[in-house]
């Protein structure tokens, strides 16, 4: 899951993220009113970038200013609505290994219900927004992950949220690129140097963390263009990248997206990324990611035991 992250001067409150069902946010506005003392409400959102696990949420925080950066306003449109996910799910056949892959990541989700809603103040470059007497600057990084990316810094607490330039436990996945993108806005991080990093999904890290991604990121960056050096096309590249992967990351089909993105950019490309059509060559290229079982739809997170 996506990370949310509630920053509160005690008076005042602010969200970064939004989560990816209406039933995920209910529950994320019933703990955080658990924590924030009364009066206080969550008056401002942030969204780090136009993801739906990242902004599904907006629309139950009726009346909040809802800030992101400009590119990522232009990106929405680029960005499934959560019906259309809700109707490609239903459409999806099991014994495909493609349906198979979409209803065993997508599938147990909630979309139905949602009212996505856009940001309604836009920046480029940097914005301090006050939280009463704490000030959080919106940093503009991207195109990194997305084409508009933004990290959140919190001064007085030495606290970064990094949203999805920053990836823990996991092979990463980004979907505009360069992966050069990916590591200036890994390095405007660690040049704040925080305490704390955020990043978009997994817990919590350190410096140490970001550097070792950051390492990561350059080696596969580095793999890629020496066999697009070669010749090879984005399939070879992909093969050989799954066949070179590292134990112990997760959801390794995503090497081949990274590849075909670091590609698009290396060939010059500027049509539109295919997202559906690189998570296929993906599934495609990596059968073993495809599980043999899909988990029943809508059903996470769990429904609690009945008393
Ligand atoms: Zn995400």
């Given at each position: 899951m996506a990370n949310c992250t509630l920053i509160t001067s005690g008076s005042a409150a602010l969200l970064v993220d939004t989560p990816y069902t209406a039933r995920l946010t209910h529950r994320l506005k019933t703990a955080a009113y658990q924590v924030l003392p009364p009066p206080v409400e969550i008056s401002t959102l942030v969204n780090t970038h136009a993801n739906g696990d990242h902004s599904y949420g907006n629309g139950e925080f009726p009346g909040t200013e809802i800030i992101s950066t400009e590119a990522n306003l232009r990106h929405l449109c680029a960005e499934p609505a959560p019906e259309e996910l809700e109707r490609l799910l239903d459409q999806c056949d099991e014994d495909d290994p493609f349906g198979r892959y979409l209803l065993a990541h997508f599938g147990h989700f909630d979309y139905r219900g949602l009212s996505p809603t856009s940001p309604t103040r836009t920046f480029t470059g940097v914005l301090d927004v006050p939280v009463d007497d704490l000030t959080v600057r919106l940093i503009e990084v991207g195109p990194a992950h997305t084409v508009g990316d933004l990290i959140v810094h919190v001064p007085d607490q030495d606290v970064v949220c990094a949203g999805d330039v920053l990836f823990a436990g996991d092979v990463p996945v980004h979907w505009a690129g360069p992966l050069d993108g990916v590591i200036d806005a890994c390095q405007q991080i660690l040049d704040l140097n925080p305490r704390i990093v955020i990043p978009g999904h997994g817990p919590p890290v350190g410096q140490r963390e970001v550097r070792a991604y950051m390492d990561y990121v350059a080696s596969a960056r580095d793999r890629i263009h020496a066999l697009h050096a070669e010749g090879l096309d984005v399939d070879q590249a992909s093969r050989i990248l799954l066949r070179e992967r590292r134990a112990g990351l997760g959801l390794g089909e995503r090497l081949a997206i990274l590849t075909a993105v670091e590609y698009r950019h290396l060939d010059n490309r500027t049509e539109p990324a295919q997202l559906v059509q690189m998570l296929k060559a993906a599934v495609r290229l990596a059968p073993?990611?495809?599980?043999?079982t899909t988990p029943a739809r809508h059903t996470f997170p769990p429904q609690p035991p009945r008393s």
């Amino acid at each position: 899951m996506a990370n949310c992250t509630l920053i509160t001067s005690g008076s005042a409150a602010l969200l970064v993220d939004t989560p990816y069902t209406a039933r995920l946010t209910h529950r994320l506005k019933t703990a955080a009113y658990q924590v924030l003392p009364p009066p206080v409400e969550i008056s401002t959102l942030v969204n780090t970038h136009a993801n739906g696990d990242h902004s599904y949420g907006n629309g139950e925080f009726p009346g909040t200013e809802i800030i992101s950066t400009e590119a990522n306003l232009r990106h929405l449109c680029a960005e499934p609505a959560p019906e259309e996910l809700e109707r490609l799910l239903d459409q999806c056949d099991e014994d495909d290994p493609f349906g198979r892959y979409l209803l065993a990541h997508f599938g147990h989700f909630d979309y139905r219900g949602l009212s996505p809603t856009s940001p309604t103040r836009t920046f480029t470059g940097v914005l301090d927004v006050p939280v009463d007497d704490l000030t959080v600057r919106l940093i503009e990084v991207g195109p990194a992950h997305t084409v508009g990316d933004l990290i959140v810094h919190v001064p007085d607490q030495d606290v970064v949220c990094a949203g999805d330039v920053l990836f823990a436990g996991d092979v990463p996945v980004h979907w505009a690129g360069p992966l050069d993108g990916v590591i200036d806005a890994c390095q405007q991080i660690l040049d704040l140097n925080p305490r704390i990093v955020i990043p978009g999904h997994g817990p919590p890290v350190g410096q140490r963390e970001v550097r070792a991604y950051m390492d990561y990121v350059a080696s596969a960056r580095d793999r890629i263009h020496a066999l697009h050096a070669e010749g090879l096309d984005v399939d070879q590249a992909s093969r050989i990248l799954l066949r070179e992967r590292r134990a112990g990351l997760g959801l390794g089909e995503r090497l081949a997206i990274l590849t075909a993105v670091e590609y698009r950019h290396l060939d010059n490309r500027t049509e539109p990324a295919q997202l559906v059509q690189m998570l296929k060559a993906a599934v495609r290229l990596a059968p073993e990611c495809v599980p043999g079982t899909t988990p029943a739809r809508h059903t996470f997170p769990p429904q609690p035991p009945r008393s």
